[in-house]
């Protein structure tokens, strides 16, 4: 059977497709089933957040940056909040911080949860969809209660928190934690060692540690590499240094440790939140910012370790009261970046499952 | 049959049919010509409402699964969902695609459904409840049922789309792969039997439950299983439902049909479903027969009771897997289910040989 | 590694390169010429000591006198880090690429490209990225950019 002419044809995935996170389109250039080429084309889902900050006062731009990754809208209200703070030198009270603390880490929970709610429903396990979102509701009605919303809070501000916890948010948030950890058994014993999701996800999207260090990849996809740096430890912000917590790493870097890595990290946070609980100490949860808030001039590159990765907020300040420049960087936008390096030569089947496996979130990406 | 007589039995109706068909005084060819259209009329009446009942059923089941309740709204607990879909299926614009080749393109559709139908005109459904008893029945059924894989093809061609291509592909590929294991399987059964008839297939599983071909280790229950694992496959249902897996391709080779067309896959993999358990109960689980010697309820109940629950069975499998890669598929069947059931087949004739069973 | 012996490492590796900003709120901030960057770049990445391997985040500001070109990076191994930013004036706004020396750099150099206008050399692909492929408006986050039907936010 001599040279058979066959010929690389490009296919498109997305903007529409059910399995790529957000308005993400992929041009693939494809050889058969192989992916050979990938080529991520963005910008469907950009809305000038950037811009827009720039003409709002810093208290406004707090709802602003809920919606640049509306998945874990805490972790963007308390980078935004840390920058303006670092900027005006304000010291927030002990009880707003473990606040902080209690509410970035549900909201990490929450996270990982519908993770691993799309990526089973990705490589065709429809139910743990259903069970991821179940937990999480339970997370979002202690939100609810607490700021009056489900997915954009706007309610880590400048200074400190903007409503006090209501009284039955800690046993309630207690007893949540307990099911969480309990339910978490379940979700292991049914996709951790079924032959099929091994198959699917073992060996399967490796990341190399040099190229996703080189690419910027950050978070859970960098850990899952195996290598050690996490926010949280190595460029210690709020106080995660009083709690007693490890960061999770894992040697392989291929998709089924990506995946292990995040049910490891749900681990940690609710260990955290534990703690957090245990030393909630009363007092204020605002320190005093005064309506016209007008940081001195000067620049601050303020980062937190999202359940994405690295979210950062650089903001320059003149002086007024509105920011002379505010810019986001999310996690996503680097491992997207990275995407076409170490997602080739694989079937399509395995490609959804990398990009899966990544968390992509395309707010996040766009801005 | 000895034992009970049990109250309810059908298959005098079917001699009560054609004794008033004959008293109209047809000559010979016109009587059956009209017996048959009348029986196949009837099937395909039952048939079609099993379908929807089958559609309902999936959801409910899927629904608890997933800590929900499934239908809830029309009539009680959804009963009549599948009803109302199908009203408005039925009023959907038929987006045509101006590139598509014109006749694959329709007659895709025709043929998956017509075909899946066509498959009970050999399949017993009760003591005598058989449109007709065919001498080569199992052979038949294989062979109609892999007139499915033709037309996923034909779909994957027509629509002119890749995705839709890479569908059709997929499932011819693996349609042919999984028919030597269910083959492989079926034939095992066969060599007991003697007969390819699927009533004799039944009356060599009368008696009492542990004459059922599931019961007779060691061949029995492997051919079971590896039957069940090649007809999932066959029928196109996860974790073998690549080429309609909404996740990676976009719902594959029916992605460019819409209305009634798209209804006529769907209604017709659900009924791929139910030939593919009832094949099953045929031949493994003592088709219309009781767990005792005679007994207490009617064939054709013993017959649906069986058949539900292998669906059932089915639809666990779909609501709690992943899905298979297809080149993951590809070398299950034939690295692992190929070799298995042609060991089991060539354990079954060393025991037929040898008398080792009774 | 404390900011303080980071201070010290870099005035005595690069101090004639990189000038000490005191604008930096919590890290530190340096000014590096347009004509050095390669080079800057380069050493911090490459030296032991500095080890700056892992390019955080690039982006543009106008000030509404200049650009500048912030560049944000962290070391993985003595988990530090580093702001430093180069000014350019309006009328020569072109930058060299420092994708050569960290590949992540790729994306966020577009995007700077494509809304603000500054040039990168060197760049493989200075393509639309995040704006429509048949974007002909300007460079939207420049401070004097206004489009067709923008309304502006009443002063409050």
Known sequence: MGGLKTEEFIVNMGPQHPSTHGVCRLMLTMDGEIVKKIEPVIGYLHRALEKICENRTYAQCIPISDRFEYVTAMSCNQVFSMAAERLAGIEIPERAEYIRVIMLELNRIASHLIFYGVTAMDIGALTPFLYGLREREAIIDLFEMTCGQRLTYNYIRPGGVSKDLPKEFVPQCRSTIAMIKEKLNDYEGLLNENPIWLARTKGVGYLDPKLAIAYGVSGPVLRASGVDYDIRRDDPYSIYDRFDWKVCTRPNGDTYDRYLIRLDEIKQSIKIIEQALDGLPEGNIKAKVSPNFKPPAGENYARVENSRGELGTYMQSTGEKKPLRVKMRGGSFCQLQALPHFGTECFIADLVAIFASLDIILPEVDR | ?358 | MTKEQLQTAITEKLGDKMTLLDTGRHDLMYEVKRENLLEVCKTLKDDESLAFDYYLNSHGVDTKEKFEVVYNLASIIHKTRIDFKVILPYDSAEIESVQTIWPGANWFEREMWELYGINVLNHDNLTRFLLADDWDKGFPMRKDWDAPGFIRMPEL
């Open chain 2, 1 to 358: 049959m000895n034992g009970i007589i049990a109250f309810g039995e059908l298959h005098g109706v079917f001699a009560w049919l054609y004794d008033l068909l004959a008293s109209t005084g047809l000559s010979q060819p016109w009587l059956d010509v009209v017996r048959y259209t009348v029986l196949g009329a009837m099937m395909f009446v039952v048939l079609a409402l099993i379908a929807l009942f089958l559609v309902w059923w999936e959801r409910k089941i899927a629904g608890h699964i997933q800590q929900r309740f499934g239908p809830m709204r029309n009539g009680w607990h959804g009963w009549y969902q599948t009803i109302a879909d199908a009203v408005k299926l039925l009023q959907k614009e038929d987006i045509l695609v101006d590139a598509r080749d014109k006749m694959v393109f329709f007659w895709a559709p025709v043929l998956c459904f017509v075909v899946a139908f066509l498959a009970y005109i050999a399949i017993p459904f009760g003591e005598g409840l058989i449109v007709a008893d065919l001498n080569i029945g199992i052979l038949y059924i294989i062979a109609i049922t892999t007139f499915t894989s033709i037309s996923l093809l034909m779909a994957g061609w027509g629509s002119n789309n890749k995705y839709a291509l890479l569908g059709g592909m997929r499932s011819a590929a693996q349609a042919v792969s999984y028919e030597v294991p269910l083959v492989a399987s079926i034939l095992v059964i066969i060599l007991f039997v003697g007969s390819l008839s699927m009533v004799d297939i039944v009356n060599a599983q009368s008696g009492f439950m542990y004459n059922w071909f599931i019961f007779r280790v060691p061949f029995g229950p492997i051919a079971f299983v590896t039957y069940i694992i090649a007809a999932t496959a066959e029928a196109n249902r996860t974790p073998f439902d690549i080429p309609e897996a909404e996740q990676e391709l976009v719902a594959g080779y029916n992605v460019e049909y819409s209305g009634m067309k798209f209804a006529m896959f769907f209604l017709a993999e659900f009924v791929n479903g139910f030939t593919v358990s009832a094949i099953a109960v045929t031949l493994f689980l003592g088709g219309w027969h009781g767990p005792l010697d005679g007994s207490f309820l009617p064939s054709w109940v013993w017959f649906f009771l069986k058949t539900f629950a292998v669906v059932f069975l089915l639809m666990m499998f779909r609501w709690t897997y992943p899905r298979l890669r297809v080149d993951q598929l590809m070398e299950f069947a034939w690295k692992f289910l190929v070799p298995v059931t042609f060991a089991n087949l060539i354990l079954g004739a060393i025991i037929k040989y040898a008398g080792w069973y009774w």
